[in-house]
């Protein structure tokens, strides 16, 4: 089966660092995507990872281990407009293209 | 550039009833993914085309639930007949292989669908 877990919660407070993780078990690896989803929004694409190591996008940085099947997305000088939540999804088979995705992480940001 | 767009943005219907849920992708977009987003169960792939052919369609809960697209532009997804359960945000999303970070995906605005 494949299995994508991330913490349902968090909370932080504006200018903090946040790090928001990710682990999956699938049967194939072909791409780690992050999204944000604000609250009766659609997803919109943040971050992609595909080889090992740090992708830095501005304030937001994604990391990814591919032996230890972990990803985390790193928010850096939050703000109140980063209370979103955030998707983890996994590109399983390199010859599709669907995307599996973890049920997200609700960021709350407060002043 | 218009992105992914969806139509109705809203449907209230009565248990029983036929909804058709239509999406038109970004064009030049190679992919279609229609998603059906729930708290209880996240967002969860019903189906998905590749040059207009279903590739997977696991995702679809049960013979209510039929999706075509007749062309590179236009896509259906239809529930007949619709239940309360089937109340949930539906998306549509397109992809390119051409597109940035290896296929990935734009979402339309979704479908907020009530079954009473």
């Known amino acids: 089966g494949q299995n994508i877990d991330q913490p349902t919660e968090m909370t932080a407070t504006e200018g903090a660092i946040v790090q928001i993780n990710c682990t999956y078990q699938t049967s194939g690896f072909n791409g780690l995507f992050w999204y944000q989803q604000h609250a009766g929004e659609a997803p919109t694409f943040l971050s992609y990872?595909?080889?090992?190591g740090l992708e830095e996008k501005g304030r937001f940085s994604s990391f990814l281990s591919r032996s230890k099947g972990y990803s985390y997305l790193l928010l850096k000088e939050l703000q109140m407009k980063d209370s979103a939540s955030y998707l983890c999804?996994?590109?399983?088979?390199?010859?599709?293209?669907?995307?599996?995705f973890g049920k997200g992480t609700t960021l709350s940001v407060s002043s | 550039d218009a992105g992914v767009i969806q139509s109705p943005r809203h449907e209230v219907t009565e248990m029983g009833q036929e909804v058709t849920l239509r999406c038109k992708p970004i064009?030049?977009?190679?992919?279609l993914f229609w998603y059906r987003q729930t708290m209880m169960r996240g967002l969860e792939l019903l189906i998905y085309?590749?040059?207009?052919?279903?590739?997977?369609d696991s995702g679809m809960p049960e013979d209510r639930f039929s999706a075509k697209m007749p062309n590179a532009s236009f896509s259906t997804l239809k529930i007949q007949p619709s239940e309360p359960r089937d109340s949930a945000v539906y998306f549509c999303?397109?992809?390119?292989?051409?597109?940035?970070?290896?296929?990935?995906?734009?979402f339309g605005p979704g479908t907020r669908l009530t079954v009473l």
């Open positions: 085309f590749n040059n207009n052919v279903p590739i997977d």
């Open positions: 999804a996994v590109r399983v088979n390199q010859a599709g293209t669907a995307l599996i």
């Open positions: 999303a397109s992809s390119s292989r051409l597109g940035q970070g290896g296929y990935t995906q734009y």
């Open positions: 990872n595909v080889l090992d």
């Open positions: 064009s030049g977009h190679n992919s």
